[in-house]
T-cell receptor, first 115, second 114 residues
Framework: GAGVSQSPSNKVTEKGKDVELRCDPI?????LYWYRQSLGQGLEFLIYFQGNSAPDKSGLPSDRFSAERTGGSVSTLTIQRTQQEDSAVYLC?????????????FGPGTRLTVL | AQSVTQLDSQVPVFEEAPVELRCNYS??????LFWYVQYPNQGLQLLLK??????LVKGINGFEAEFNKSQTSFHLRKPSVHISDTAEYFCAVIERGGSYIPTFGRGTSLIVHP
């Protein structure tokens, strides 16, 4: 079956521009997570959705970052006024439910480069 | 708050040799533990997980890990590695009864040489 997909796979943008990253989770998965992976670093948690609501936004680095999820499915992560330190791979994962024992299924990521 | 330490950033090993990737965690409560693998240009994939019960957990591709509560460790092992095991390996911990947001280690790059 179809896994988690993300688009675009690569995005190069200029400093100060806005970008929008998309995540299509596995059908029926209610939990959705966004992470940021920088070179040599682990995964940095950004935000978590249960259905369409985001009970935990604690990882968003600044108010330039926002995310939404509609119809309990597709999610978009928006970064406004991008900075060079935003360059990273942005990973999305989905899970059948929000219980900690559930495996997370990851997409291939979007590699963002801010020039 | 929980934390995860992967002691080795890089582990080089020859093909067919055994390997151990180390993971230590810190938490004030009971935890769930996971190992994920990331092949080049791909997302993470679950290798194995410890939820409860037997402390020796077997996963895919011949990997296994042992939960040691007294040492707060969850080291990953494979008795004989293949070239195809070359990848980044991440240990993750989730606190039981908490927010269910996993904390990941920084990763260990396993490099298998022929």
């Amino acid at each position: 079956g179809a896994g988690v997909s993300q688009s675009p796979s690569n995005k190069v943008t200029e400093k100060g521009k806005d970008v929008e990253l998309r995540c299509d989770p596995i059908s029926g998965h209610t939990a959705l997570y966004w992470y940021r992976q920088s070179l040599g670093q682990g995964l940095e948690f950004l935000i978590y959705f249960q259905g369409n609501s985001a009970p935990d936004k604690s990882g968003l680095p600044s108010d330039r970052f926002s995310a939404e999820r509609t119809g309990g499915s597709v999610s978009t992560l928006t970064i406004q006024r991008t900075q060079q330190e935003d360059s990273a791979v942005y990973l999305c994962a989905s899970s059948p439910a929000s219980g900690g024992y559930n495996e997370q299924f990851f997409g291939p990521g979007t590699r963002l480069t801010v020039l | 708050a929980q934390s995860v330490t992967q002691l080795d950033s890089q582990v080089p090993v020859f093909e067919e040799a055994p390997v151990e990737l180390r993971c230590n965690y810190s938490s004030s409560v009971s935890v769930y533990l996971f190992w994920y693998v990331q092949y080049p240009n791909q997302g993470l994939q679950l290798l194995l997980k410890y939820l409860s019960g037997s402390t020796l957990v077997k996963g895919i591709n011949g990997f296994e890990a042992e939960f040691n509560k007294s040492q707060t460790s969850f080291h990953l092992r494979k008795p004989s590695v293949h070239i195809s095991d070359t990848a980044e390996y991440f240990c993750a911990v989730i606190e039981r009864g908490g927010s269910y947001i996993p904390t990941f280690g920084r990763g260990t790059s396993l490099i298998v040489h022929p």
